[in-house]
């Protein structure tokens, strides 16, 4: 369209007469810190404190395959999850053994699941790409241990397993690692809002029950 | 109050905006410091989210450097303003997404109602924008047949009460829980009768409601809290999850971004998500933020289609390429829209949101709004940079380190001359004259505080708001040619530093 070619040439026009021919650049300084350097013991110390300070739940557990397996399956177990959705990867990982003593209907994700099929599985199981201990976030990219965004969305238990060795200190540490061009979501805790007088309400939109299983 | 300079008070009736309301400042601060409720209600709040960022700020030992960082990159942005839009638009059409440009409110509200209208749709999910609220892209829509539902629990609220927003962070915090729970029981539908006010179940009766449009709407339309020129990436930070339903699940998704949003580098966003939680909602990082680039559907390494198949990014102008002609004021454009400034300002707390007249309240909205409308020596917004007492606290918290009331004796002076060239007085009006006493005063600390001392103690010579008899030398030539509102007991600076030292710092 001709008249997008004009917006856009005038909007230019119009930003480089108002900054004239040469504006100053500054230079950024940097002084900020860019790594923690927390050993393992206070960074896993750090984001439980800092998740569970958001309602988070915090599970701490080993990092071999079976002890994740189980610790996930004791956490559907104590919720009441009979039924999960996870990226393929996940299930073959950790959902394979029958949550103990619990019927627990499995869904490998695929692009065929709707968001009405979502919106009808009451959790989600997914890894993440990393955590920032210091904010107490987590990062999901949407590899193969994460999944699309919509999984993580709709179901209203998101169950995230982490491993230690993923936990970096401070944000500039995580952006330094994480791939822009991957759709990413930061998570800090479950929903929340303080609309109504500033009270805080766990649980809007997105999952309200987040529980972390921390491996190693 | 403390405004000692007095305000230009206009009559002038002008088509009101969403950034220009219908009167003046001083004319609507005057129904808005009568209405006790909205003052206890906006008090609390103010004092509540000034106590959370304190303890959050301070616990950053690094705090200082980030501002400074922020502050820089800022101000590179703007210097590479062109070169960054052109890097943005070309890695976002690379990714997929489609780049519009819109010059005014009008251009984009036509460019967005075209696009939805290319989708066969007559409704759209909205996650909470300024640039959208700005260009009154709602009421456009409603004009053209299309529904715009609001999300974000509060922007729902307000849009269920056919009410204007209050605040940036929390736009119905002039409502209390019960005025909520009477908007949701009559005009949400479905709702369940029995609705209590309690703040829990106010939000789960949003939850319901809104889940049902989160599942079927084909558009999401969307603000953007940065753009990374570099790569072509998007984010909006929030908290509810209305967010990430909006950006994720509709199979449009529309954009609406102000020019000055973009960022050079994807590193700088590790100073911005460290400074714009902790002084927004007090927390060490909001629940959700959402990046996106173009449509990531098939990036290489992920899991399959991922989000909207169709984005498109709507770069608005509306009056900030004016902005940044003005080598002082341009720094308005640094904003984050943290509400920290808010927040703290004792002008804010007293004369809520709604006396500024624009959907940028409070300090950040003194100096944005009129330059966004432009001063023109006769308009309603040409109050605005009055409406301060100039002590300082809204620099203080800013996270890009404004200078607010910097600018704001600026455009003050700005204002003072666009009256002069508009009349063709060459006789200097009141204003004029007492603008340059002003500016005396304000340039030097001990001549400030003494001058609103010596106004306090002009209290004994008010009577029903009018002034009856002289103040000090300085201020005469403006306060006996307007009515002054009544003076407090104390001025806001000394209210201000007694209350800093109670630890109720901001
Ligand atoms: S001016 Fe500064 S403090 Fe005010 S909203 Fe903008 S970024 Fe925040």
Redesign the pocket.
């Given at each position: 369209m001709a008249t997008v070619g004009e917006a856009r040439t005038e909007i230019l026009r119009r930003i480089r007469s108002a900054i004239g021919e040469e504006p100053h650049v500054p230079v950024v300084p940097r002084g900020y810190r860019t790594e923690a350097g927390y050993d393992v013991d206070v960074l896993r110390e750090l984001l439980t404190e800092r998740l569970q300070d958001y309602k988070a739940q915090v599970v701490a557990c080993g990092d071999t395959r079976e002890e994740i397996s189980a610790a996930v399956s004791g956490v559907l177990v104590e919720h009441g999850l009979t039924s999960v959705v996870a990226p393929p990867r996940v299930v073959v990982e950790w959902l394979e053994e029958p949550a103990s003593g619990q019927q627990v209907q499995v869904v490998a994700d695929d692009p065929e699941v709707s968001t009405g099929d979502l919106d009808g599985v009451a959790a989600v199981v997914t890894g993440a790409a990393l955590a920032i201990a210091e904010t107490g976030v987590i990062v999901l990219d949407g590899d193969v241990w994460c999944g699309r965004r919509a999984i993580s969305l709709v179901p209203d238990v998101h169950v995230c397993v982490v491993r230690t060795d993923q936990v970096v200190g401070l944000p500039p540490e995580a952006v330094a690692r994480l791939d822009p061009r991957r759709p990413q979501t930061w998570v800090a805790g479950p929903s929340a809002t303080s609309d109504i007088e500033l009270d805080r309400v766990e649980g809007v939109h997105g999952p309200r029950t987040l529980v972390v299983v921390l491996a190693g | 109050m403390s405004t000692y300079l007095g305000m230009p008070s206009r009559r002038v009736q002008e088509p009101s905006s969403p950034i220009q309301g219908v009167r003046d400042f001083p004319a609507a601060a005057r129904q808005a410091l009568g209405d006790s409720v909205l003052r206890r209600n906006l008090g609390h709040a103010t004092s509540v989210i000034r106590g959370k960022r304190a303890a959050v700020v301070g616990e950053v030992p690094d705090w200082e450097a980030l501002r400074d960082s922020a502050e820089a990159i800022k101000t590179e942005t703007m210097a590479r303003l062109p070169e960054l839009l052109e890097q943005l638009e070309a890695n976002v059409t690379a990714a997929g997404g489609t780049v519009h440009w819109a010059r005014d409110a009008d251009e984009a509200n036509r460019i967005v109602t075209e696009l939805v209208r290319a989708t066969g749709e007559t409704e759209v999910v909205k996650v909470k924008s300024m640039a959208t609220q700005e260009i009154g892209l709602n009421e456009h829509l409603e004009d053209e047949g299309i529904t715009a539902y609001e999300t974000d629990l509060a922007e729902l609220i307000v849009q269920l009460a056919e009410d204007q927003p209050s605040h940036?962070l929390v736009p119905a915090i002039h409502l209390s829980r019960t005025e909520i729970r009477e908007v949701f029981a009559t005009r949400m539908p479905g709702v369940d009768p029995l609705l209590t006010s309690e703040p829990r179940a106010l939000a789960m009766a949003a939850r319901t409601y809104l889940r049902e449009l989160f599942l079927r709407a084909k558009v999401g339309v969307s603000g953007a809290n940065f753009a990374v020129a570099e790569t072509g990436t998007l984010t909006v930070v929030e908290s509810e999850g209305n967010g990430r339903m909006c950006l994720t699940l509709p199979e449009t998704l529309i954009t609406v971004m102000g020019i000055e949003k973009v960022l050079p580098r994807w590193r700088d966003l590790e100073v911005f998500l460290q400074l714009l939680p902790r002084?927004s909602t007090g927390e060490r990082m909001n629940p959700y933020t959402t990046f996106w680039t173009g449509t990531t559907g098939h990036t290489e390494g992920t899991t399959g289609p991922d989000g909207p198949k169709e984005f498109h990014l709507v770069l608005l102008d509306n009056g900030r390429t004016d902005v940044l002609a003005d080598e002082v004021g341009r720094a308005a454009l640094h904003?984050?829209?943290?509400?920290?400034?808010?927040n703290v300002c004792p002008v804010y707390e007293r004369t809520g949101g709604h006396s500024y007249g624009s959907v940028y309240p409070g300090?950040?909205g003194a100096i944005l709004s009129p330059q966004l409308t432009g001063l023109t020596g006769d308009s309603v917004n040409d109050s605005l940079p009055y409406a301060s007492s100039l002590c300082g606290a809204?620099y203080d918290?800013?996270?890009?380190k404004?200078d607010?009331p910097s600018i704001l004796v600026d455009l003050r002076a700005r204002h003072v001359e666009a009256q002069q060239s508009r009349t063709g007085l060459r006789v200097p009006s009141p204003e004029a004259v007492a603008m340059a006493a002003a500016a005396y005063v304000m340039r030097d600390e001990k001549r400030f505080a003494a001058a609103t001392r010596s106004m306090r103690w002009g209290r004994p010579f008010m009577k029903d708001g009018h002034l009856r008899g002289p103040l000090s030398s300085v201020m005469t030539g403006w306060s006996s040619s307007r009515d002054v509102p009544t003076l407090p007991d104390q001025t806001f600076r000394e209210w201000w530093a007694e209350r800093e030292s109670g630890g109720h710092g901001g």
């Open positions: - | 940036i002084s904003c984050i829209r943290c509400s920290a400034c808010l300090p950040i809204c918290v800013c996270p890009v404004i607010i």
